[in-house]
């Protein structure tokens, strides 16, 4: 169901392109600085638009050619443009052994259990309640942190 995710992103920091240049929502398996991107852009799944922290929108990318760039690109523009500057997504396609994102999402299904699990998980992590000790069970899925360039070494 759900292969990869990434929490909190900034708005600010990702590449939207220009003119005739196509934008970039690069991310990668861990916060070192010699970690190698791969752009989300293509991504289908779900979304969260936070102010700061706070939530402010939940919607879905995957139907069509619409997908997460696309998605959060329009939200840039749209009655939202001013009310966020961060967001979290949780995508049905992985990074294959290549480094890129997979166009297979032929298989979305799991047992009842994996799937509750998820489930939970993904609405743990967008909504963040007070009350959750438990952050979810996540399973085969990999979380992938904001890609910038620019970024001091960081510990994971």
């Known amino acids: 169901m759900i292969k990869s995710y990434g929490l909190h992103w900034h708005n600010e920091k990702v590449f939207w392109g220009r003119q005739k240049v196509s934008g970039t929502l690069l991310g990668a398996a861990s ?62 396609q992985w990074v294959t052994k290549q480094g890129v994102l997979s166009a297979d999402t032929g298989k979305l299904f799991g047992d009842v ?13 967008i909504a963040e309640p007070r009350l959750n000790l438990q952050r979810g069970k996540w399973s085969a899925v ?13 510990e994971d």
């Open 31 to 92: 916060k070192s600085k010699s970690a190698k991107p791969i752009d989300f852009r293509l991504q289908r799944g779900i979304y969260a638009l936070y102010a700061d922290y706070e939530l402010v929108y939940v919607g879905q990318t995957g139907s069509g050619d619409d997908r997460l760039f696309k998605r959060l690109r329009t939200h840039n523009r749209d009655h939202l443009s001013e009310r966020w500057n961060r967001f979290s997504w949780f995508g049905t």
């Open 113 to 125: 259990s994996q799937v509750l699990n998820v489930m939970e998980a993904v609405a743990t992590a």
């Open 142 to 154: 990999v979380q992938y942190y904001q890609y910038l360039p620019d970024q001091e070494e960081e």
